[in-house]
């Protein structure tokens, strides 16, 4: 089925450095959300974009919707100890059911005091 | 009070037995799912719901059944649970966006 690639997998960083990372489709999407996962818990939707070259901000959050339609990006400014979780995509591709949210595999930050 | 609950929260179960994963929701949406999650692999849709008369599979149904008893309510079974079930499953709501809403998910181990 349908892939999402997530990178980097994984993020080792030291407090108060800025975070990038992205999510790349082999199809156009219409839709990509983000969301964060604390341990135990359920992903909580960090940002939603729904228009090509869209840039949406949330606090120190930042995500834009890629200006090829097949790629979204999430920036973290100046990150704090509590930014430590997982963060996955999701995206909804054009003819796509409108059940089905594509997720990526999530990329796992831990910071470092 | 939170907008979706799940219960239980935590379940260890032997190979065989039929087991019910509850979800409730406050929040008034029409649209409910059920992910499975797997380390390294992200979430994947067993099955959703965009009311109560409508039921689809999903990417990994097999094994899976569900229940839609209202609105608010959506049950995920394992008929006969296997340990490749093991795994953390989680129900979300949507309002008929793109946009989902996830509970706080059931760690279920099969022995």
């Known amino acids: 089925g349908q892939q999402l690639n997530q990178s980097p997998q994984s993020m080792f960083i030291q407090e108060g450095e800025d975070v990038s990372m992205n999510c790349t489709s082999s199809s156009i999407f219409n839709t990509w959300l983000w969301y964060k996962q604390d341990p135990g818990e359920g992903p909580v939707l960090l940002i939603a974009l729904y228009k090509a070259g869209e840039l949406t901000s949330n606090g120190r959050l930042t995500a834009q919707f890629g200006t090829t339609r097949k790629d979204s990006f999430l920036n973290i400014s100046a990150s704090i100890p509590s930014d430590v979780g997982i963060y996955f995509c999701?995206?909804?591709?054009?003819?796509?059911?409108?059940?089905?949210?594509?997720f990526g595999k999530g990329t796992k930050l831990s910071v470092k005091p | 009070d939170a907008d979706v609950t799940q219960t239980p929260r935590n379940r260890i179960t032997k190979t065989g037995k039929r087991i019910m994963l509850e979800c409730s929701q406050t929040k008034g949406h029409d649209r409910m799912y059920w992910y499975r999650q797997d380390p390294g692999l992200g979430l994947r849709l067993i099955y959703y719901?965009?009311?109560?008369?409508?039921?689809n599979k999903g990417e990994i149904s097999d094994g899976y059944s569900v229940s839609r008893q209202a609105q608010a309510k959506f049950s995920l079974s394992l008929e006969s649970a296997i340990p490749n079930q093991t795994a953390l499953y989680f129900c979300?709501?949507?309002?008929?966006?793109?946009?989902?809403?996830f509970g706080p998910g059931t760690r279920l181990t099969v022995t």
């Open positions: 719901s965009f009311d109560v008369k409508d039921i």
């Open positions: 979300a709501t949507s309002p008929g966006t793109y946009e989902q809403y």
């Open positions: 999701a995206g909804m591709n054009y003819g796509g059911s409108q059940g089905n949210l594509i």
